[in-house]
């Protein structure tokens, strides 16, 4: 599986767009990039997913570089309820016995401040 | 129901004993996971089915660890002579098969194991 690499922290301003950042230079042309979040005391929530295009939801934006090396998930207006642990996911290919199980890592702590 | 449940919420144990936790994905939901969360970390991935048949058990940490699936459906989770360690919140996912076509995964709210 390709590894991500996500700040361990970052802050935001309440109204202000959260850029969260994830390299994956290791991804492999079938694998996904996924986002999921975790409020907490909560179990992990997804968030949205791409392959090469961006991608936007009612949730975030996701904008993956041409390369696919790097991901950034844009939360615009973020509200002190997007504090979470945000976890950058890389998934394994489809139909691999091996698994297709979510492999979180550290995730990035953001914390929206007023 | 709408969302995967998980039973019981809670559970207090004394170490040595035995431990059942139980899953009941979306229904439809073929694919199922067993994580675990540690206080302050991670998730820690135990066990995936596909159907009733558990293709990757790799991440069980012991053998006093073992899951099964039934029916396609509701999932068990069991831990033998537990430890103190054991003690976290086991989260169990379930998701659409996987095909060509990439699918999220629905959490539960998790059981929070305490082993006194």
């Known amino acids: 599986d390709a590894k991500t690499t996500q700040p361990p922290s970052m802050d935001c301003a309440e109204g202000r767009a959260a850029n969260l950042p994830c390299n994956h230079s290791?991804?492999?042309?079938?694998?996904?990039v996924y986002w999921y979040r975790q409020i907490h005391s909560q179990g992990p929530q997804y968030i949205i997913h791409?392959?090469?295009n961006n991608e936007t939801n009612e949730m975030a934006s996701l904008i993956i570089t041409e390369d696919r090396k790097s991901s950034t998930l844009i939360l615009p207006h973020a509200t002190l309820r997007d504090t979470a642990v945000y976890y950058c996911?890389?998934?394994?290919?489809?139909?691999?016995?091996?698994?297709?199980?979510?492999?979180f890592g550290g995730g990035t702590r953001l914390m929206v401040k007023p | 129901g709408a969302g995967v449940s998980q039973s019981p919420s809670n559970k207090v144990t004394e170490k040595g004993k035995d431990v059942e936790l139980r899953c009941d994905p979306i229904?439809?939901?073929?694919?199922l996971y067993w994580y675990r969360q540690s206080l302050g970390q991670g998730l820690e991935f135990l066990i995936y089915?596909?159907?009733?048949?558990?293709?990757?058990k790799s991440g069980l940490p012991s053998d006093r660890f073992s899951a099964e699936r039934t029916g396609g459906s509701v999932s068990t989770l069991t831990i033998q002579r537990t430890q103190q360690e054991d003690s976290a919140v086991y989260l169990c996912?379930?998701?659409?098969?996987?095909?060509?076509?990439?699918?999220?995964?629905?959490f539960g709210q998790g059981t929070r194991l305490t082993v006194v």
């Open positions: 290791t991804i492999s042309g079938n694998e996904y």
């Open positions: 089915f596909q159907g009733n048949s558990a293709p990757d």
């Open positions: 996912a379930s998701s659409l098969a996987d095909s060509f076509m990439n699918t999220e995964a629905f």
């Open positions: 791409g392959l090469k």
């Open positions: 229904s439809g939901h073929t694919a």
């Open positions: 996911i890389v998934r394994v290919a489809p139909y691999n016995n091996a698994g297709n199980m979510l492999t």
